[in-house]
């Protein structure tokens, strides 16, 4: 069943790894999709859909949101999947890094979505999907701090969203993943002096024992977006393969 035949979704941060991943099972889903990042080559990687149309968009500019959202006042969902995982504690760099992280993880997300809502509002309806992480408000882990900080900001985003608006039939919520195998974790973990430690070191952590799936996390984003879960709003679906118990 093409659970979202009809709507007009929009996703940020759609090259690659969970952005890629909703872009996909919305399109899987009926969907007329705009699958937006910050790099055209990263977006030329997506299957041709007729169904599918990229948009290179730099979340961190308002004012390529704002025209986007003008050209686009049809869109039915939005899925922000931008994210940036800085390492370090407070007190390296802390503040800095702080201010950088919260820009893209979190002001990025206020600005998609400023720039929708009245569209959705004016219609009386429309669902909104903030990728947010474990690591926030729901569990911490080490040399996190501006990114636990921030992806806690959105959790707390994703709350007054739904709270103002609960009434007037847009929904705001967000999804928290563990440890997802991702080109960007992969790029990561390379990066450091033990890669093979440390990839053994993010499966440890798991209760079950493997890494996350992209295209687990899409399925949940699926449903929020979906008429299947008109009553939802204002939650934080954690799926962490048990890491936050």
Do not use: W
Not at 31 to 39: G, K, L, N, S, Y
Not at 105 to 126: D, H, K, Q, T, Y
């Amino acid at each position: 069943m093409d659970r979202l035949t009809g709507k007009t979704c929009i996703v940020t941060a759609a090259g690659q790894g969970i952005g890629r991943a909703i872009a996909e099972a919305f399109l899987g889903e009926g969907a007329q999709v705009i699958a937006t990042d910050m790099r055209s080559t990263s977006l030329d990687q997506l299957a041709e859909h007729r169904k599918l149309e990229r948009a290179v968009l730099d979340v961190t500019d308002q004012d390529a949101i704002r025209r986007l959202a003008k050209d686009h006042p049809e869109v039915d969902v939005l899925a922000n999947c931008v994210g940036y995982v800085a390492h370090g504690t407070i007190l390296d760099d802390g503040v800095a890094t702080l201010r950088s992280s919260l820009d893209v993880n979190v002001c990025s997300m206020a600005a998609m979505i400023a720039a929708f809502l009245p569209a959705m509002l004016e219609r009386g309806r429309g669902a909104i999907v903030n990728i947010a992480s474990v690591v926030s408000s729901v569990k911490s882990a080490p040399d996190r701090f501006a990114y636990a900080t921030s992806k806690a900001a959105v959790i707390g985003l994703t709350r007054s969203v739904a709270r103002d608006f609960a009434a007037r039939g847009v929904r705001c919520n967000s999804i928290s993943p563990g440890t997802v195998d991702t080109p960007s974790l992969r790029m990561r973990v390379a990066a450091t002096a033990r890669a093979e430690t440390a990839m053994g070191e993010f499966v440890a952590r798991q209760p079950m024992g493997r890494l996350g799936a992209a295209e687990e996390v899409a399925a949940v984003a699926v449903l929020l977006a979906t008429d299947e879960a008109t009553f939802m709003t204002g939650a934080n679906v954690v799926i962490d393969g048990g890491m936050s118990l």
